[in-house]
């Protein structure tokens, strides 16, 4: 039976990758030189494989990881962050991925970051300045060139760090007039405006409010009762629940509410889970949805128009939150100072429930 025999190339591969082994104890013991030998280019050009990948011809750049992927070299980031003062570290803290309402930004965010040769570092703060604090900490020790924050709600002690650090952040999902650098997001305030004078545009007479306690959602609240308020509505029944949300806690809040307020005519919920348990709830209590009571949530998750009926929400595109905040931190670090701001707005999706 014929056989193939290996090539040239083939055969310098295999014998550089088992000198590399022997000499070395391992693929761990490859140096940046030895791919940069086997892959014709010099060891500055592997290093911008690495850590700036959108400077390398695409030719080159495949060219170098079909080598890097043969070989099994592993770059020593450490080593390459001590010795340049750069981590290619971007630390991102969120409240929770557990739905798409924050991982749609993050995914988004990570993979610009990445095709620039940053690497991120998530951390999950769940809902507590308390946990921000301490993972602000964690994360800082690892030197990142710079910081993704959700919200504009911090403590002092945390703002004054981070403006004393020395390394760009960027925050987002909100809106405010004194950012501690970047910011991109969007007014909750207005939101609860605009859900209000979409339900009195409706002729509700007796809307009621299901939210969470942090302090996006409580923005979210304030902007619905203060418009509420303008057009003689100031009793308005509402269940403050903790974060996160979640569709048990929805289900259990709407009975809460209408034990109060017996006659609630419309709910707008703080979340979209809270308002797909209200749903839930409203079919098991025989309330017909929205003759008899009309619910709005916010977020606009993926199954947001799945539900029976479907649920009436706010959309907020996280997509563009993630790209500008990428983009944003990439300006700074390239050495571009202009002011970075921008409002990506929000729209309320009508659908059946509302």
Known sequence: ????????????????????????????????????AQAGVSPITVSRVFNNPASVAPETLERVRQVVQ??????????????????????????????????????????????????VLLALSGYS????ESLLDTVLSR???????????????????LRNVGIPVVETWDMTDTPIDMLVGFSHYQIGVAVAERFLSRGVKRPALISASDARALARRAGFRDRLAKAGMTDVAEVIVEPPSSLATGKAA???LLERAPRVDAVFCGSDLLAIGALGAAKGLGLEVPSRLAICGFGDLD???????????????????GVSAARFLLDRLNGVHEPAFVDVGFSVVERESA
């Open 1 to 36: 039976m014929p056989t193939t025999k290996p090539t040239d190339a083939s055969n310098e591969l295999k014998d550089s990758a088992t000198t590399a082994r022997r000499t070395r104890g391992g693929p761990k013991g490859l140096r940046i030189t030895d791919v940069a």
């Open 70 to 119: 043969k070989l099994g070299y592993v770059p020593n980031r450490l080593a390459g962050g001590l010795s340049s003062a750069r981590s290619r570290l971007i630390a991102a803290i969120v409240p929770t991925i557990a739905h798409s309402l924050f991982s749609e930004t993050i995914q988004v965010f990570s993979e610009t970051m990445s095709r620039a040769g940053y690497e």
């Open 129 to 132: 300045d308390t946990n921000e």
């Open 143 to 161: 030197r990142p060139e710079g910081v993704l924050l959700t919200g504009v709600a911090h403590t002092d002690s945390l703002r004054e760090r």
């Open 254 to 256: 709407l009975p809460q």
């Open 303 to 321: 199954f947001a128009s799945e539900t029976s009926p479907q649920l009436t929400t706010v959309r907020v595109d996280g997509t563009r939150i």
